[in-house]
């Protein structure tokens, strides 16, 4: 959009306190908190797609499922009462019901491409230029604030690795994320590359129906095999226990569970991995299960995601026969599958590729602060949500090792506490920078590659911002610190300017 033109929309664009961007599991959750904790705040909802729920709605592939439970990947405000993993659709109805309950659906704009954010010092303003795929036309919005969940990846472009002959492949070829679900293939051999989540998800449900089912690997990944149901849950519930407490106190259970689990990943893995194993053996009935070399992982318990493996079902199908696993590498496509590095060929229909994510900062949305384009990788993330020089956005990124949505409902808290100490001083306008303190800090990569290190993360640390050696810098991917320090935030802490001015200084020593 031109200059003029932008100007000329500018005159009819609809203007918003708080704009939201993304209607997926932390946009809606961010409304919620927004029209309950701040009930005379004006909001819009831009979403890319035609209906909500991001992920679940982007993912079609056989069997897709949560795996996180849905306790703490629910939202605190709203009792789960399904089954602990639960289905896309599950989910899907989850968040309908959300929506429906708290008048949340005519604040959703969908359909809205964004396709550029600037920021006007001058104005204190937010201006959101978007095409609305309906019609093509380019819509304008405003706003004092902008509060972006937007999710990290790339919804349209997977990572396919560019594998050598894969022009040569006369089967279908696909990647997971576009999977389409008519597709057939009932008494078909189905080759899977990949052994993270996705490839946990998908593989026992084409173990079902396929003729064969074979998993190709590079390196082995963790899985943790459990029962889908909840023994505290179902006890309280056979005992007559209402569902938000059911929900409250079952919550706090797994959180506490999930925290001594990661605890003990880090300081006794080894001891972690022959519990896993025990597990394994249990569910598959196989006290002699060979672990070598198809399962035996080489990174720690938890430095990669541990997949859940509801019942044990991938290896019950490997047990049962449907189930062949490769670990090796790609050598070349042939005409009728790959053949691996050690010469292995593998026949296949279907070659589904469960390779991950694009990393997509901010959506791919051009961003601008005063006509300036904002590279992310150049600012300094404050507690993974605000970034330095950049006024009025708070960023929802999740957890890796808990689930995602305890960070929405924790960052809901924290950005409606915010907006409302802003109105308290009557200011227009916040920025997070450096204190003194922090001037010689050392900066480094958004997190370290021995705390969390999935390829598709470190592909995309150059478009992250970095982070500091101090709580206040960083995002530690570590709830249980985090759910006591961000509550306990000092908004008037020195790392905070309104209106250019630093926080806790008199008008005259503004930064």
Not at 298 to 324: H, M, N, S
Request: proline share 5%; net charge negative.
């Amino acid at each position: 959009m031109s200059a003029a033109a932008s100007a000329v929309a500018a005159q009819k664009a609809t203007h918003v306190d708080v704009l939201i961007v993304g209607a997926g599991i932390s946009g809606i959750g961010s409304a919620y908190h927004l029209q309950d904790q701040c009930p005379g705040k004006s909001y819009a909802i831009l979403e890319m797609k035609d209906t909500f729920g991001g992920t679940w709605e982007t993912h079609k592939y056989p069997g897709v499922r949560s795996d996180s439970d849905l306790y703490t990947f629910g939202y605190r405000f709203k009792p789960w009462v399904g089954t602990p993993i639960a289905s896309a659709q599950a989910i899907l109805d989850y968040m309908g019901e959300v929506i429906e309950e708290n008048g949340i659906a005519p604040h959703i704009h969908y359909g809205h491409r964004i396709t550029k954010s600037s920021w006007d010092s001058k104005a204190n303003l937010w201006t959101v230029e978007a095409t609305r795929k309906s019609d093509g036309a380019q819509v304008v919005f405003t706003a004092n604030f902008l509060w972006m969940c937007q999710g990290y990846y790339d919804h349209e472009k997977p990572y396919m690795p560019d594998w050598p002959g894969k022009e040569n492949y006369k089967g279908m070829l696909v990647h997971a994320q576009l999977w389409d679900p008519k597709t057939d293939y009932k008494g078909k051999k189905v080759l899977v590359i990949g052994s993270g989540a996705t490839a946990a998800t998908v593989i026992p449900e084409f173990a079902k129906e396929a003729a064969h089912v074979t998993m190709l690997q590079r390196s082995p990944t963790y899985f943790f095999c459990a029962e889908n149901r909840n023994e505290l849950a179902d006890k309280l519930r056979a005992g007559g226990i209402d569902e938000p407490t059911i929900h409250r106190v079952v919550r706090a259970q797994i959180m506490y569970d999930q925290d001594v689990l990661t605890k003990r990943c880090q300081e006794e893995p080894d001891q972690v991995f022959e519990e896993l194993k025990e597990l394994v053996r249990a569910f598959t009935g196989k006290p002699d299960f060979q672990f070598e070399p198809h399962f035996t992982p080489k990174y720690r318990v938890w430095q990669q995601r541990l997949a859940f493996c509801p019942e044990g079902d991938i290896f019950r199908a490997a047990v049962d026969g449907k189930l062949t696993v490769v670990t090796d590498e790609i050598d070349t496509f042939t005409e009728t599958g790959v053949r691996t590095k050690d010469g292995t060929e593998i026949e296949a229909d279907i070659i589904v590729a469960a390779t991950g994510f694009n990393l997509l900062m901010m959506g791919g949305i051009p961003f601008y602060v005063d006509g300036k384009q904002v590279d992310w990788h150049d600012t300094v993330n404050y507690r993974g949500m605000m970034f330095t020089g950049v006024p009025n956005l708070v960023w929802v990124m999740g957890y890796f090792r808990a689930s995602w949505t305890l960070r929405v409902d924790m960052v809901g808290d924290f950005v409606c506490n915010l907006l409302k100490h802003m109105d308290a001083k009557g200011a227009k306008r916040v920025d997070v920078a450096l204190r003194d303190e922090d001037r010689d800090m050392t900066l480094g990569d958004w997190i370290e590659n021995d705390n969390f290190n999935p390829t598709y993360l470190m592909r995309g640390l150059k478009d992250l911002p970095k982070r500091g050696d101090k709580p206040e810098w960083r995002h530690n991917q570590d709830y249980w610190a985090e759910r006591d320090q961000i509550p306990a935030t000092d908004l008037e802490g020195s790392e905070f300017l309104y209106d250019g001015v630093r926080a806790g200084k008199k008008v005259t020593e503004a930064a």
